[in-house]
């Protein structure tokens, strides 16, 4: 017997094909799945409601997907705070060498609950630093996105292009080229779950091209396709790599990866900011996806990614927050306004992005650069129960009449409930499965042991 809830009253953007908007609508939730969205209360007569939701002064959207992160990175948050890509990779890289098992976890549950009590629904990591001895990294990660309830794809990283080989991290910080391939088909073999509801997917995920082989790149490839899984990476993030590009191999980042097998519709990249036109119509082309990180492009000064162009393309993009020690904050939501304004700066101006054009970069574009828009991204009857209540009766919001608006360019709302898989993991802002006082406590605990052992080092 299936069980439904209903929330009605309130403000609905569903971010389908047509940007269908309801003033005052309806969302039925019949297990996992959305059964009906709409105009006004629900339909009458349902069967086996077990919760009424009256979601005045609220907007419902879909939940919010994040397309690129580094959650290891919340236990070294404020350091380095002045230093382009390179300068940062480089003073960092010695103290991410020596994270373990247990500060994964820890920086895993943190990187987790600021997303999820911001809206989130469905995460991904990329992690790619696998220190010898460390412990079961991968599992760690799994295990805090399984007891957060958030959907979750693991990006399985890796790197095997140190400083002795013209790479930037240390020699004792990457892994060899069959140990790293190895042990990525493992991770597929254990965790990835190809089904439509799957709360956990796994994807092949060589660091970038400054820290890895050529074979990495084109053995991974060939190992994602193998296997059915997709693939993700760094590409064209700063001046600095696309130099390095040239240098190595004698063309840019978008060519180098063309050549490896790196460019398909499933494929995305993160960052994506030095990208001319032609690179930008081989996306379009390939249907290659883009991860386009905002705050942390700003925050290492890498510049601004041609967001509007690669739409007007035709390239799928989604909102990234990165590695929180690229941007402290850990949250997505704020990703909305941020790519929105930061986009403005550029050669589009105000004609670069519109409120409704960054709702749909944080949830279906997302969905499409993970490879899951036909089972979430969006409100539609059949479509997995993810999905976010936004608070907008707030001295914040109140006086703002469109409620789209008032998400994308007011301060970050309050979220009063979220669900995935038709489960809730927020209410009020508080997450329900897991303690967020403990998190604080052990986080702050793990970056301090963190510290010490990179200072004895």
Known sequence: MVQRIVIENCAVATVDAADTEYASGHVVIAGNRIESVGPG???????????????????????LVNTHH????????????????????????PTWARIDEQMVRAAAQGSLAMMARGGVTTAMDHHYVFPKGSGDLSGAIIGAAREMGVRFTLARGSMDRSEKDGGLPP???VETLEGALAATEATVDEHHDPSFDAMTQVAVAPCSPFSVSTELLREGAELARRKGVRLHTHGSETVEEEQFCKELFGMGPTDYFESTGWLGEDVWMAHCVHMNDSDIAAFART????????????????????????????????LGV???????????????????????????????????????????GGAQVLGR???????????????????????????????VT???????????????????????????HVDEDEIARTTRAEARRLAAIAARA
């Open 41 to 63: 209360s629900a339909p009458e007569g349902l069967a086996d409601v077990v919760r009424r939701i009256d979601a005045s002064g609220h907007l419902v959207t879909p939940g």
């Open 322 to 364: 990165d590695g929180t020690a690229s941007n402290e904050s850990g949250e997505l939501h704020t990703e909305l306004r941020n790519a929105l304004l930061i986009n403005r700066l550029g050669a589009h101006r105000e004609a670069a992005l519109n409120a409704r054009q960054a709702l749909r970069l944080g949830t279906y």
């Open 373 to 403: 828009a036909a089972e979430t991204g969006s409100l539609e009857p059949g479509k997995l129960a993810d999905l976010v209540l936004w608070n907008l009766d707030t001295l914040a919001h109140a006086s703002i009449a469109d409620p």
């Open 406 to 432: 008032a998400l994308v360019f007011g301060a970050a709302a309050p979220v009063t409930a979220s669900f995935v898989n038709g489960e809730q993991i927020v209410e009020n802002g508080r997450l329900l």
């Open 171 to 173: 020699d004792f910080a």
């Open 287 to 318: 249907r290659t996806g883009v991860a386009h990180c905002p705050s942390s492009n700003a925050r290492l000064a890498a510049g601004i990614a041609r967001v509007p162009d690669m739409l007007a393309a035709g390239v799928p993009v989604g």
């Open 70 to 93: 580094h959650y290891y990175q919340w236990i070294t948050r404020g350091l380095a705070t002045d230093h382009n890509l390179f300068d940062w990779l480089v003073a960092l890289y």
